[in-house]
């Protein structure tokens, strides 16, 4: 988690939207090494998907980021909707 990742951004972004996005995949990242809200992965979703909307950009910045950075965005999230609300999720326990 030391070394800088390449971030999947658009050019289309602005600033602050540059931003969230690589806020959620620090996010992400974050809780593959350590406990991380379950409440803080879900707001930070929320915001990707109002700067994100299509489902196939979506999938094509996860397999980007999770190739990248050796996580899986798509099963921290589903085990952050499957949490309890202020539960800590660590995505290393998936596996």
Known sequence: MEEEL???ISMDWNKEEVVDVVNFFQ?????QY???LRDDILALYSRFK???PSKSEEKQLFRQFDNSAGVSCWK???TARQAEPGEKINSSRQK
């Open 50 to 52: 109002e700067i994100v």
């Open 76 to 78: 921290t999230i589903q």
């Open 6 to 8: 390449p971030m999947p």
């Open 34 to 36: 350590k406990a991380v």
């Open 27 to 31: 996010t992400i990242e974050r809780a």
